[in-house]
């Protein structure tokens, strides 16, 4: 009996020495990041390995009974070892000191489209962001070769999602996805790009290109080879993605008309890569430029289904014009 009463006093010592600060007086603050899908008990686990608190167990406990978890908001939370484990619960149930916003940016967006997104999320003016693609320096020598103006970042701000500080500057943002993109450049890419005699810059043009013809994963590879077969023939491109980037307003179906627009960028008037990327492409499509099938392809043709036929000669995409349209 006396062993008994011992060992639940041990225990209740025990508990009162884990409800109290890991240090008291005046700790210095710590930044905890609480991203989208965490729970308390990994924030426990975090806390303990960073001596914030005495024991992750009881700090999940007392998160348990406070239904913390469902109430628990993503962001940066000022915590300090001088906050007690219930202290610092009630500072997560208030919410996060620095509010972290999801941004998703879906592949073969264009510069002004990703901009809107930005603003949509309170990330800044469109009037800021604009300052910002024309004028600051980026320290990324993929845009050496990058146009002045509006179009200076065209493709390279990179499609993904991104967990962002709310009071991100424009120039921050904008850094954060340029940063992305290199490291699509890996020790493999540079390599193969010099094989290819292709710049960045190219790659990513061609990739941009890829991106906005390809609605199907599979086709992107032999969409790559038909761009890649044209432009070692001399051929024209050819791609209506061109041409709806110089609509600005895609139309559902092209004429002949819309052919002859006089622009740069209009593959069907000027052979060779256009000026620059129409769009931010994803990693398979840089990837399909960088290892594009293997075939004999000239020519492609977009099915109902949203695959693509592949001809080699124009006899047989006249054939199979006439058998999906």
């Known amino acids: 009996m006396v062993l008994g009463l011992a060992g639940v006093l041990a225990a209740w010592n025990w508990w009162q020495w884990a409800l109290k600060p ?4 005046h700790a210095a603050q710590e930044v905890l990041t609480v991203s989208p899908g965490m729970n308390t008990r990994q924030i426990a686990s975090d806390l303990e390995n960073r001596h914030l608190i ?12 406070g239904q913390v978890d469902a109430k628990l908001k993503p962001g940066e939370y000022k915590l300090s070892a001088a906050l007690s484990p219930q202290e610092m619960i009630n500072k997560l149930l208030k919410g996060p000191d620095i509010e972290i916003l999801k941004v998703t940016i879906p592949e073969g967006f264009t510069t002004e489209q990703i901009i809107a997104a930005l603003v949509q999320k309170g990330l800044g003016t469109k009037e800021a962001y604009a300052r910002v693609v024309t004028s600051d320096p980026f320290p990324y020598p993929f845009l050496k070769d990058a146009p ?20 991100m500057t424009p120039h921050a943002v904008l850094d954060k996805m340029l940063e992305r993109f290199g490291r699509e450049i890996t020790p493999e890419t540079e390599p193969r790009l010099r094989e290819m005699k292709f710049s960045v810059r190219q790659w990513v043009i061609l990739a941009s290109i890829v991106e906005k013809e ?19 023939k001399n051929m024209k491109l050819e ?33 060779g890569l256009p000026p620059g990327p129409i769009a931010s492409p994803g990693h398979a499509s840089l990837q399909a430029v960088l290892h594009p099938a293997q075939s004999d392809y000239l020519f492609f043709l977009a099915k109902s289904d949203g695959y693509h036929v592949f001809a080699k000669t124009f006899e047989e995409h006249l054939e199979n014009q006439r ?3």
Do not use: M
């Not at 005495?54 to 009974?65: D, E, G, I």
């Not at 599979?218 to 761009?227: C, E, K, N, T």
């Not at 041409?243 to 819309?258: A, F, M, S, V």
């Open 22 to 25: 890991y240090a008291a007086g």
């Open 54 to 65: 005495r024991s992750a167990w009881v700090f999940s406990y007392l998160a348990r009974a």
């Open 148 to 167: 002045e103006g509006l179009h200076r970042l065209d493709g390279f701000l990179f499609p993904d999602t991104y967990y962002l500080d709310k009071d």
């Open 214 to 232: 390809a609605v199907k994963e599979a086709d992107r590879p032999l969409i790559a080879s038909v761009f890649l077969n044209r432009l070692a």
């Open 239 to 271: 791609s209506c993605a061109t041409i709806q980037y110089i609509l600005g307003t895609p139309k559902p179906k092209l004429y002949d008309k819309d052919l002859q627009i006089p622009s740069p960028y209009n593959t069907y008037l000027h052979a």
């Open 323 to 325: 058998k999906y349209q």
